[in-house]
């Protein structure tokens, strides 16, 4: 039997420890196949066989290792929706719905992310019941058939737009009656007849307005009103009103010619398209991201199976398989080096434009470049599980998710038609009775302006696409966001608090420093103690024999190797005794250390770690190592001091060297000897403080600091997406990108509140000239139609931000 794949929403979970555990459990329950617990996400995508367990088995699971599955959630595209209010129409019936805990509607994904209990919801309910509300629910699309699905909708607005624009152009001459001015341009007789005006507009109003009324009935029937109902009641109104006029002109003998106004519901309607359709496209243009996230990937791989060499799609790569992978190739899936050496193009990933050395034993990330060497390479991430695709989820989770500013446009939209259905009737009922008493068509011109130009579409797409196409951009530079809110929260963060180890410093000790005396020459000492700490498995050994080997020394055999705990080490070299270590070291063994004390004081003050050497019981000199600064940790930190943040260091370290990296960095404020758990107390501590605080580390050790602060964010690789533990992911290793991640939230947030502006700019300008009778139904209608593509157009300029400008 084929198997199934399941996915759970699971709580409780603190650290990446907690989802390696779950993830351990369910992999161990018979007919699991595979099961990969996302702790971003907090979720888990469990692949099984049907006849040998279900999902009970996985929840008891869970709930045995102490966590919980709350829910699951399902992906729906929304087909039907014309504006914000029926967004917030559909929003609140799911979530209504017995067992479902929350829902979000993106207007402009057009889609819907719902979290409900699948003991007490059926998905099939939830089709059900918005299918009553005359929209549907379509299971999520992913990749090329999404895109096709947004290609096929242009495709029918473009024909929409042609019909309808065929039919009113004629219209649309006849309107060169109404202006003096323009009385110099030909207008043909036959255009002025009611009749064929009547020919012409009628397709239009009725099957390309199909859609409007349709719209109108089912959001009347659910007791709300939507932009359909503004645009049928607009339009209806000036195609039957002058319906009725053709019929008085008929009765009258057909004599001269009745002041009709066809034109004005058939350019309405035909403007709305046209606007629908720019709106579409540009639509389509904000998800470019994840469309270009996609292509990074290659579309098949060499494997070797059975001792053959195979180029199969890369969907059919599994888990273990050796791939071959030449010179100017993609790397088809996540993977480790088994055979040879190359330089490796990560920056479609990372951000890194400089290629990273790889040998056997490295990862790699699919999607990024073999440069210049044949490798072989075993899979250990394929289909969803890759970084790319878990880089694609967590974009397409942000772009679907919702910032609080855009709650409150939503909270708008679901009550602005019937406010301005109000306005129109009552502006109607003014001009009717007192302004020109009596005169119908003075009272329906005002009337249908209002109607049209107070379309909430613009209102709908301010945030959403603003969000999408920011959270979008951020990606593509190694910045991913989590959530919208989070991308809203960042910019009104004032204080940043950087771990040392492994975010500001390298994270790893290097050699620093290195003196001899007189009496030995520095290759020779320097080949001595490597020779000597290679046999040693410590950190500060390592550090010391990467950096002689970095100088092109070669080492020799140690004959003799004795670890010294708390003292050193002692070693035979080429019959010669080598000692390396501290002060008691050399004082155990009768060397004299007094010509050291001043270079040992400084370098320790310095906060290294000072060794003294000695050879055959002569002080040789001393080394030095110290875990290093990364190369962009002093300018990135001046970065956000320009941009009026606080930066706090945080370390464990002691307070002196916590104080000597400071300087070195030109940070001020620096909170040390902090043990790990200890780390959110800080973080609460400035929040008290009346602080706005942004968390900045590995994002598994301070994973609770992570979670306290207001934003946390992981400096992290690409192959550690899923387990990050941050509401921001920064791809590249260096600091530099936490300064850009706030850059991006506030100019993504500049541009919603640009947005907002221009949505509401039309309705507040536009509503009381309409009122007066200073706007024609079909200005307002052009008027209502630009607003929503300049929402877009404006959205649209976050794909170009450039944060090195």
Not at 438 to 457: K, M, N
Request: hydrophobic letters at 45%; glycine letters at 8%; charged letters at 25%.
């Amino acid at each position: 039997m084929a198997t199934e794949e399941k996915t759970l929403q699971i709580s409780g979970m603190t650290c990446a420890a907690c989802a390696n555990r779950i993830e351990k459990g369910l992999s161990k329950i018979e007919g699991v196949e595979k099961a990969i617990v996302n702790f971003a996400m907090e979720s888990s995508t469990i692949v099984y066989n049907p006849e040998k367990t279900n999902v009970t088995e996985f929840k008891d699971r869970v709930e045995k290792l102490g966590y919980q599955v709350v829910q699951e959630k399902v992906d729906f595209d929304i087909s039907g929706m014309t504006c914000a209010a029926c967004a917030t129409r559909i929003e609140k019936r799911i979530k209504k719905m017995d067992g479902v805990s929350n829902a979000n509607v993106n207007f402009a994904l057009e889609t819907i992310a719902v979290e409900y209990d699948d003991k007490q919801v059926a998905t099939a309910d939830m089709i059900a019941a918005v299918k009553k509300m005359g929209y549907e629910l379509i299971p999520k699309q992913d990749g090329k058939d999404k895109i096709d699905h947004k290609e096929q909708e242009i495709k029918k607005q473009q024909r929409r737009f042609i019909f309808s624009a065929i039919l009113t152009f004629p219209l649309l001459w006849t309107m060169v009656a109404h202006f003096e001015f323009l009385s110099f341009i030909y207008m043909p007789a036959i255009l002025m007849n009611p009749w064929l005006q009547l020919a012409l507009a009628t397709p239009v109003q009725f099957i390309v307005g199909a859609g409007f009324y349709k719209g109108a009935f089912n959001a009347l029937k659910n007791k709300s009103a939507n932009m359909d109902v503004l645009v049928a009641l607009g339009t209806s109104a000036a195609y039957f009103y002058s319906l009725y006029l053709s019929f008085e002109w008929m009765n009258a003998g057909s004599i001269g010619e009745p002041e009709l106004y066809f034109e004005a519901a058939a350019v309405i309607i035909t403007l709305i398209v046209l606007g629908k359709l720019f709106e579409v496209r540009a639509k389509g243009k904000t998800s470019q991201a994840i469309q270009k996230l996609l292509g990074l990937q290659a579309k098949t791989a060499r494997v070797l199976r059975d001792g053959l060499e195979k180029e199969i799609p890369i969907e059919e790569v599994v888990s273990g398989d050796t791939i071959l992978v030449r010179p100017g190739e993609k790397i088809p899936v996540d993977g480790e080096i088994i055979e040879g050496r190359s330089a490796i193009d990560e920056s479609m990933i990372t951000g890194e434009s400089i290629p990273i050395d790889k040998v056997a034993g490295d990862a790699v990330i699919g999607a990024t470049i073999n440069k210049n060497g044949s490798l072989q390479i075993k899979a250990t991430r394929v289909g969803k599980d890759t970084a790319l695709a878990q880089i694609v989820k967590v974009v397409e989770e942000a772009q679907g998710s919702k910032a609080d500013i855009q709650r409150l446009a939503d909270r708008i939209s679901g009550v602005f038609v019937p406010i301005v259905v109000v306005i129109a009737i009552t502006t109607f009922l003014i001009w009717y009775f007192a302004v020109t008493p009596g005169d119908l068509r003075s009272a329906l011109i005002p009337t249908i302006s209002i109607l049209v130009i107070a379309c909430p579409c613009a209102l709908g797409l301010a945030t959403p696409t603003s969000i999408m196409a920011g959270s979008g951009r951020a990606a593509e530079m190694g910045l991913l966001f989590k959530g919208g809110e989070h991308l809203e929260n960042t910019q009104s963060i004032d204080t940043v608090v950087l771990d040392k180890t492994g975010t500001i410093t390298k994270g790893e000790p290097a050699l620093t420093d290195f003196t001899v005396t007189s009496d030995f020459t520095e290759e020779e000492v320097l080949q001595l103690i490597a020779t000597a700490e290679n046999q040693s498995e410590h950190p500060l050994a390592q550090a010391i024999v990467n950096g002689v080997k970095e100088k092109g020394i070669e080492l020799l055999e140690a004959t003799e190797f004795e670890a010294l705990p708390g003292f050193g080490i002692r070693a035979e070299v080429s019959d010669r005794e080598v000692l390396v270590g501290t002060r008691k070291l050399m004082r155990k063994n009768n060397i004299s250390t007094a010509d050291s004390e001043v270079s040992m004081e400084k370098l320790e003050s310095e906060g290294k770690t000072a060794m003294l050497i000695a050879v055959d019981h002569k002080l040789a000199g001393i080394v030095a190592v110290a875990d290093t600064l990364k190369d962009t940790s002093k300018e990135a930190i001046a970065k956000m001091q320009e941009l009026g943040l606080e930066v706090i260091m945080l370390t464990g370290d002691n307070q002196r060297t916590a104080e000597t990296i400071a300087r070195q960095i030109n940070v001020s404020n620096v909170i040390a000897e902090v043990l790990p758990e200890q780390k959110s107390d800080e973080i609460k501590k400035l929040q008290d403080q009346g602080k706005k605080v942004a968390m900045v580390g590995d994002g598994i050790n301070d994973a609770p600091a992570l979670a306290m602060a207001d934003v946390g964010m992981a400096v992290g690789t690409g192959t550690d997406i899923a387990i990050e533990a941050a509401d921001i992911t920064l791809m590249r290793g260096d600091l530099n990108s936490v300064a850009d991640a706030f850059i991006m939230s506030r100019k993504t947030m500049r541009n919603i509140k640009e947005n907002l502006f221009f949505a509401f700019i039309y309705n507040t300008i536009g509503i009381p000239i309409a009122a007066i009778g200073l706007l024609a139904p079909w200005v307002a209608g052009a008027a209502m139609a630009f607003s929503s593509v300049s929402v877009v157009l404006n959205a649209l300029r976050l794909q170009k931000v450039n944060l090195n400008k």
